[in-house]
């Protein structure tokens, strides 16, 4: 084992670029993602049966294929079609379907809002049936139940799952490496791998990278559950 | 064109058989690793804990990688240390197989352990009280509502699993995404190929859906459901 090689200047900030890029991706697919998510669930929980339907088929393919095939689909198949090829050059918003960044972090973006959206979904239906009477018997109107009641609390239980989900989502974040040139923290152990023929130390260093940082997400969720869903803990006292 | 189609579904064979051999893997690593957790030894529980919480947090890209590349100069190592001269390589089959059972040993361990945990403590008690013995009790009561408990998540574990065959093609193993990122390459139209593999995993997961339903259904009855 060459341990020392991980610690040269030069590959700890390959690292520290593969840490930015990971955490990057991580953050701002989450953000896209719950947006979506947010949508999507309100739209599975509403009125309209034919947009149930679209978004229920929605969220079932995109949990029921492998997130790799999706950013294949995206980096590799939508370059293919004519319609975006006589755009991709000068036409905003376009041109960013040539950047292999943005194609990752549609590809996991989509893919969030999908088992995010189901799980929020979930949490709004088994909101207790009481509590919206009692607010619709103060003369809200649905948009009203929804803000200030409804969603409130559905956000708050579906804390727990979606602390699996960001966990899940980081290192789904691995998977950015099967692009070209996307310099993640697994692309960084794979560049080091191939220049220096060392795979235990750079995986291992990598697997060291990730796990200190879900071990970091889980705590923040821990402070957050403790914090926002104080009033469903057991009494203390 | 259409030959390209009929390689993928021959790479669909393959991914079927890894997936189905990761299962058979992690079934049993998480068996040893609830056994492990719950049978009250220190040693071994610290063990089963350190095995699910590490493996839970590292991307199973990540582990592949470590396992097929490290592997291959481990190995070739310990070929060297022992005199041989020849060097292996690691089937990437095998080490698909391996590695992903491994991970998903890790989340059986957890499904199984709360299975097990749901089982009212009274009734094993009871088949202790008939002169049952350990293997007894486990085989006569415990396996059977086990396996009802276990199956809502385990059905979960298996989506995931299937899901995560996808990556083996990382590591060179010629099932349908390997297949059809190379038909891509060739033919220059990786649209059609991969919307025919997605929709293929589409396929295999949909299938095992309603299978487990059906099972799950087979092992629920008789159990009483509360209604409001």
């Not at chain 1, 919206?132 to 929804?146: C, K, L, P, T, Y």
């Not at chain 1, 998977?175 to 923290?185: E, G, K």
């Not at chain 2, 083996?168 to 190379?182: F, N, P």
Request: glycine share 8%; proline share 4%.
């Amino acid at each position: 084992m060459k341990w020392s090689v991980i610690f040269e200047p030069q590959n700890l900030a390959l690292y520290g670029n593969g840490i930015l890029t990971t955490l990057g991706l991580l953050f701002s697919s989450l953000g896209i993602g719950a947006v979506l998510a947010l949508i999507f669930a309100l739209l599975l929980t509403g009125p309209w049966a034919p947009l149930r339907w679209l978004v229920g088929a929605y969220t079932y393919v995109m949990r029921g294929t492998p997130l790799l095939i999706q950013v294949y689909l995206i980096y590799y198949g939508l370059g293919q079609l004519e319609w975006i090829q006589a755009r991709w050059d000068d036409i905003w918003p376009w041109t960013y379907f040539k950047e292999p960044f943005f194609c990752a972090l549609l590809a996991f973006s989509l893919n969030t809002a999908g088992y995010t959206a189901e799980m929020l979904a979930g949490a709004i239906r088994e909101t207790n049936a009481g509590e919206i009477e009692a607010a619709q018997a103060f003369g809200m109107s649905r948009f009203q139940v929804m803000r200030r009641v409804v969603l409130p609390s559905a956000m708050r239980r579906t804390l727990p799952a979606y602390s699996n989900e960001v966990v899940m989502m980081l290192q789904s974040t691995s998977l950015a490496s099967a692009v070209p040139s996307m310099l993640d923290v697994t692309a960084a152990a794979s560049r080091i791998y191939s220049d220096y023929y060392l795979p235990f130390e750079a995986y291992i260093a990598a697997a060291a990278i990730y796990l200190v940082a879900s071990f970091c997400l889980i705590a923040v969720f821990r402070l957050a559950e403790r914090h926002f869903l104080a009033y469903l803990a057991p009494r203390q006292h | 064109m259409n030959g390209y189609y009929i390689t993928i579904l021959h790479g669909a064979v393959l991914t079927v058989g890894v997936s189905l051999l990761a299962l058979l893997v992690s079934i049993i690593l998480g068996l040893l690793g609830a056994a492990a957790k719950l049978s009250g030894n220190k040693l071994l529980v610290a063990l089963a804990t350190a095995y699910t919480t590490i493996i839970r947090g590292i991307p199973d890209l990540v582990l592949m990688l470590l396992v097929f590349y490290g592997g291959t100069i481990g190995l070739n190592h310990l070929l060297a240390l022992t005199g041989s001269t020849g060097n292996v390589d690691i089937n990437p089959f095998f080490a698909g197989v391996l590695t992903i059972g491994f991970i998903y040993g890790a989340y059986m361990t957890e499904s199984f352990r709360g299975a097990i945990l749901s089982i009212p403590k009274g009734q094993m008690e009871a088949a202790w009280a008939f002169g049952m013995g350990r293997v007894q009790t486990f085989v006569r009561i415990t396996a059977p509502q086990m396996v009802r408990y276990a199956l809502p998540s385990f059905t979960n574990n298996w989506l995931v699993l299937i899901k995560a065959t996808a990556l083996v093609s990382l590591i060179g193993l010629k099932e349908m995404t390997y297949v059809a990122k190379q038909a891509s390459a060739a033919t220059r139209s990786p649209f059609a190929f991969f919307l025919f593999t997605a929709a293929l995993f589409l396929v295999y997961t949909t299938v095992s859906l309603v299978a487990l339903r059906r099972l799950n259904a087979r092992f629920s009855l008789g159990a009483k459901r509360a209604t409001l």
